[in-house]
């Protein structure tokens, strides 16, 4: 019979293997200490570095010689210009106005009524997420333009309402369609944490149901409010689709910088009006970051949730406003798809297909749409991964607290980034092949240089520009799984990147595949980021559509939009499809 000898001892009595594991554990702390340097230094070069440069060619003139504060002089004095800095005021609020409060009612009627007919109204309400701006600007100009069939009155059937669009009616229309949904998702969010206790102690106090509105009601949902106004503020303060399409001469920032870059190559005062674009977007972040630092919590382990009960007149009531609301939204997307398909708008409404023939007219046809669609996977495979290992760092890693608090920071920044903005701060930070010490005379190499031109700066600046919103999503989900995941994994000795791939992941799948076809959605109808940044051997399906309108080719860009937002439902529905079961299986430890 065969004995074992005992598992000799260290001299301190304990296991001989301790030394080892300690070793392992010291070698998974420095490996994460090295992850998380490399994170916060991707967001330092992919966020904060590019705005050096651009704020930096703001100081100098054309030729490249310092001027100081020139340009920020003449633009001041300049009354054109300073009138396209109160324009965008002026679209902003009158946009922030509509769309928070007619999505507050929208919000209200899906969460707090019993109306019917829930799901297809939120459906539909979302509908304009796949649809990029500048389309939806298309859309109104068949609806309302100078042909348009609102405007004609369906061609002399009805009496011709002319809503003036071209100019302020018409962007502060457009930005509706692109801030509405955004404003609907965060006050459904607010509106479903809600404690019914706090309703049925105001009906026993025998508060009308005005009363219970405006001391229960707004209170519970204050925060969602604040953060639904700046959100739209800053969504329409710094559009540029829907202005370049139906502004005309009503001059905004974006429309500004466009020009400065595009049609004068003056980077210099096109550095300074970003400068100006930019300082309102980081006013409105921060102080909505310090508004929602004094949230505290609305529902405890004690709260009920609040069921809707049947009230006939306010259901109906809901019904009809939501019906119009998505009306509108839908009538828009209809028109776009109708000037696609006939022959010649508004004289031969045959149907045809002949506006899809690209090959006709510039823009890069299906090329531009393929371009689109690898660019917006691109976006969607590394854009998750990134965010996602990022967010894991940031929630899960150990040690370090204070990058892990930089790092947190810098993924927020995105959020306050406008589009163009970022485009432009790229142009100067990738293309320069050398970069110049201020007041030392000397340069480096630029060892990003060789991305400018590629399809990995545009992706690049996609994953940019939307990070912030996937990263809340990670981390949000993160928090969801317990710390005591990881910290029986690090008793047992297991390593902790076998404790992400076969713990964390599965739990967050369906977290990780939102944000997935959330990069992929917007990265196909986005056009501020990249509209200075794509290649003339790479032309995008967004830019085809500012071009094709430009040369007049409206039903063709009408034909562009519609590949655009079928393709953009086509991936969402197969998306939902294809991953029930798989969400449902990653989801099933809930139910247990």
């Not at 809340?472 to 993160?478: D, E, G, H, K, S």
């Not at 977290?511 to 109808?525: R, T």
């Given at each position: 019979?065969t004995?074992?000898?005992p598992?000799?001892l260290a001299p301190?009595g304990?296991?001989s293997?301790?030394?080892?594991?300690?070793?392992?554990?010291d070698?998974?702390?420095w490996?994460?200490?090295?992850?998380?340097?490399?994170g916060a230094?991707w967001l330092l070069?992919?966020?904060?570095?590019?705005?050096?440069?651009m704020?930096?060619?703001s100081f100098?003139?054309?030729?490249?010689?310092?001027?100081?504060?020139g340009?920020?002089?003449q633009?001041?004095?300049?009354?054109?210009?300073?009138?396209?800095f109160?324009?965008?005021?002026?679209?902003?609020?009158?946009?922030?106005?509509?769309?928070?409060?007619?999505?507050?009612?929208?919000a209200y009627g899906?969460?707090?009524?019993?109306?019917?007919g829930?799901?297809?109204f939120?459906?539909?309400g979302?509908l304009?997420?796949?649809?990029?701006?500048?389309?939806?600007?298309?859309?109104l100009?068949?609806?309302?333009?100078?042909?348009g069939?609102v405007?004609?009155?369906l061609?002399?059937?009805l009496p011709?309402?002319?809503?003036?669009?071209?100019?302020?009616?018409?962007?502060?229309?457009?930005?509706?369609?692109?801030?509405?949904?955004?404003?609907?998702?965060?006050?459904i969010?607010?509106?479903?944490l809600t404690?019914?206790?706090?309703?049925?102690?105001?009906?026993?106090?025998?508060?009308?149901?005005?009363?219970?509105?405006?001391?229960v009601?707004?209170?519970?949902?204050?925060?969602g409010?604040?953060s639904?106004?700046?959100?739209c503020f800053?969504?329409?303060?710094?559009?540029?689709?829907?202005?370049?399409?139906?502004?005309g001469?009503?001059?905004?920032?974006?429309?500004?910088?466009y020009?400065?870059?595009i049609?004068q190559?003056?980077?210099?005062?096109?550095?300074t009006?970003s400068?100006?674009l930019?300082?309102?977007?980081v006013l409105?972040?921060?102080?909505?970051?310090l508004?929602q630092?004094?949230?505290t919590?609305?529902?405890s382990?004690?709260?009920?949730?609040l069921?809707?009960?049947?009230?006939?007149l306010?259901?109906?009531?809901?019904v009809?406003?939501?019906?119009?609301?998505?009306?509108?939204?839908?009538?828009?997307?209809?028109?776009?798809?109708?000037a696609?398909?006939?022959?010649?708008w508004?004289?031969?409404?045959?149907?045809?297909?002949?506006?899809?023939?690209?090959?006709?007219?510039?823009?890069?046809?299906?090329?531009?749409?393929?371009n689109?669609?690898r660019?917006?996977?691109?976006?969607?495979i590394?854009?998750?991964?990134?965010?996602?290992t990022?967010?894991?760092?940031?929630?899960?890693?150990?040690?370090?607290?204070?990058?892990?608090?930089?790092?947190?920071?810098?993924s927020?920044?995105?959020?306050a980034l406008?589009?163009?903005?970022?485009g432009?701060?790229y142009v100067?930070?990738?293309?320069n092949?050398?970069?110049?010490?201020?007041f030392?005379?000397?340069a480096i190499?630029?060892?990003?240089h060789?991305?400018?031109g590629?399809?990995?700066?545009?992706?690049?600046?996609?994953?940019?520009?939307?990070?912030?919103?996937?990263f809340?999503?990670?981390?949000t989900?993160l928090k969801?799984?317990?710390?005591e995941?990881?910290a029986?994994?690090?008793?047992m000795?297991?390593?902790f990147?076998?404790?992400f791939?076969?713990v964390?992941?599965?739990?967050?799948?369906?977290?990780?595949?939102?944000?997935?076809?959330?990069?992929?959605?917007?990265a196909?109808?986005?056009?501020?980021a990249?509209?200075?940044?794509?290649p003339?051997?790479?032309?995008?399906?967004?830019?085809a559509?500012?071009n094709?309108?430009?040369?007049?080719d409206?039903?063709s860009?009408?034909?562009?939009?519609?590949l655009i937002?079928?393709?953009s439902?086509?991936?969402r529905?197969?998306?939902?499809?294809?991953?029930?079961?798989?969400?449902q299986?990653s989801?099933?430890?809930l139910?247990?």
């Amino acid at each position: 019979m065969t004995t074992t000898s005992p598992r000799p001892l260290a001299p301190s009595g304990t296991p001989s293997g301790l030394p080892s594991r300690t070793k392992a554990i010291d070698t998974e702390a420095w490996i994460m200490r090295i992850l998380l340097t490399l994170g916060a230094l991707w967001l330092l070069v992919g966020v904060v570095l590019p705005l050096i440069p651009m704020i930096g060619r703001s100081f100098h003139d054309t030729s490249g010689q310092w001027v100081g504060l020139g340009n920020y002089v003449q633009y001041l004095t300049t009354p054109s210009l300073v009138q396209s800095f109160l324009n965008s005021f002026g679209v902003a609020i009158a946009t922030t106005l509509l769309s928070v409060g007619l999505g507050f009612v929208y919000a209200y009627g899906l969460t707090r009524t019993a109306m019917p007919g829930k799901l297809l109204f939120r459906t539909l309400g979302l509908l304009p997420l796949y649809i990029p701006p500048l389309a939806n600007a298309i859309g109104l100009i068949f609806l309302f333009g100078n042909q348009g069939l609102v405007t004609k009155g369906l061609f002399g059937l009805l009496p011709g309402i002319d809503i003036n669009l071209y100019g302020f009616n018409g962007i502060v229309l457009g930005e509706f369609l692109y801030c509405f949904p955004q404003a609907v998702i965060i006050m459904i969010t607010a509106l479903n944490l809600t404690d019914a206790r706090l309703y049925e102690a105001a009906t026993v106090l025998g508060a009308s149901p005005v009363k219970t509105f405006f001391t229960v009601t707004l209170p519970s949902v204050k925060y969602g409010l604040i953060s639904a106004i700046f959100v739209c503020f800053i969504l329409a303060f710094t559009d540029f689709g829907v202005p370049k399409v139906v502004g005309g001469n009503f001059n905004v920032l974006a429309t500004d910088i466009y020009k400065q870059v595009i049609g004068q190559q003056n980077f210099a005062m096109g550095a300074t009006i970003s400068v100006f674009l930019l300082i309102p977007s980081v006013l409105a972040f921060v102080i909505d970051r310090l508004v929602q630092r004094r949230q505290t919590a609305l529902v405890s382990a004690k709260s009920v949730p609040l069921q809707s009960k049947p009230n006939p007149l306010l259901d109906w009531a809901m019904v009809i406003f939501c019906g119009l609301v998505t009306l509108f939204a839908v009538t828009v997307f209809a028109t776009i798809i109708l000037a696609s398909v006939v022959k010649v708008w508004p004289y031969d409404f045959s149907l045809s297909l002949k506006n899809y023939n690209f090959g006709t007219v510039g823009g890069g046809g299906y090329g531009a749409y393929w371009n689109s669609i690898r660019m917006a996977l691109y976006t969607a495979i590394f854009g998750t991964a990134i965010v996602f290992t990022g967010a894991y760092l940031v929630e899960k890693g150990r040690g370090l607290q204070w990058l892990r608090s930089v790092s947190y920071f810098l993924s927020t920044i995105p959020l306050a980034l406008p589009g163009l903005v970022l485009g432009l701060a790229y142009v100067f930070f990738f293309n320069n092949p050398i970069w110049r010490i201020p007041f030392t005379g000397m340069a480096i190499y630029n060892p990003f240089h060789g991305l400018y031109g590629t399809m990995a700066i545009l992706v690049l600046a996609n994953i940019i520009h939307f990070y912030t919103v996937c990263f809340l999503t990670a981390t949000t989900a993160l928090k969801q799984i317990d710390p005591e995941f990881e910290a029986v994994s690090a008793a047992m000795a297991v390593p902790f990147y076998k404790t992400f791939w076969r713990v964390t992941m599965p739990l967050s799948l369906p977290a990780i595949l939102e944000i997935g076809i959330y990069f992929f959605v917007n990265a196909m109808v986005t056009i501020s980021a990249i509209i200075f940044l794509y290649p003339a051997n790479l032309p995008l399906a967004a830019v085809a559509i500012i071009n094709m309108d430009d040369a007049g080719d409206t039903a063709s860009a009408a034909a562009m939009s519609t590949l655009i937002v079928l393709t953009s439902l086509g991936v969402r529905l197969a998306y939902s499809t294809l991953t029930r079961g798989l969400r449902q299986r990653s989801a099933a430890w809930l139910n247990r």
